[in-house]
């Protein structure tokens, strides 16, 4: 089985990432593009020649030649599209923030139910080996039991003040952007869930460009305290560190692995040699693609079910609530 696949808008990041990764994924086609905006079609007929192109994103949902639909509209829109999408009879991979609270998780998974469809947040890094070795090794007691985490992720966009995640309108905001990963990666990682937050966070125009958020979290590994600080003003910067009793694990890349640069998983432990695993040659936008055509064909369970994306919805939304602004 082949998956076709459409995508609702010619956005910048599906031109650069999701499209080509569709277009090159073992068992899928990347089939349609709905788009008001025809300049923007030349770019990708470029790579994908044979794109039917649709100038609405109503045409393509009703597109009996559709299987799935990639959605990477600005945040405000990502649920009542999906929700439209799961309506038309289509499986759904939805960029994050898949919604925009927590609660609203709840009507796709409702949704996703009652139709029998694959519904899931575009949450491509659990696909990567980097994090599914980082999970392994914690897992295995390989630094002992955690006993504090730091998480960081920035970039410099102030150069961009139309930029959709400098606008309060569009669900723009650094934390609804890449606290995603700073947040919900040491969840997939640890299976903790956090107990206690603070957070503090400057704005501009009515979205958070800086946030330092520390407490704790808990799970099947222990109680750890946990830093994450996230910015849109700052030189980029993406670094993990799981501390343990034994040993320590650092992720390089962690977030945008080979483009930011080398993904490595480095094993620091107690009187032994460092240990480096790298995964230089991987797409873990490919990975995500395939990982969604095999949950279809074969039932294999998709690494990021839309219960998973809640609960990292539910950490942003605390976030939210007990941020203190600077």
Known sequence: MTVRWGILGAAKFALDHMGPAIHAARGAELAALATSSPEKTAAFRAFCPGLTLHDSYDALLADPTIDAVYIPLPNHLHLDWSLKAIAAGKHVLTEKP?????????????????????????????????????????????????????TAFSYDNRAEPGNIRNRPETGGGGIRDIGVYTYGSVRFATGAEPVALQARLRRENGVDTWAQVTGEMDGPTGRFTYSAMTSMRLFPRQEVVFQGETGLIRLTAPFNAGLFGEARVELHRTGAQAEIFRFPAVNQYVLQVEAFGRSLRDGTPYGCPLEFSRGTQAMIDTVFAVATDL
């Open 98 to 150: 898949m919604a925009m609270q927590a609660a609203a998780f709840d009507q796709l998974i409702a949704a996703r139910d009652a139709s029998g469809l694959l519904v899931a947040e575009a949450y491509m890094i659990v696909h990567h080996p980097q994090w599914l070795k980082t999970r392994a090794l914690i897992a295995a007691g390989a630094i002992g039991q955690v006993d504090h985490v730091d």
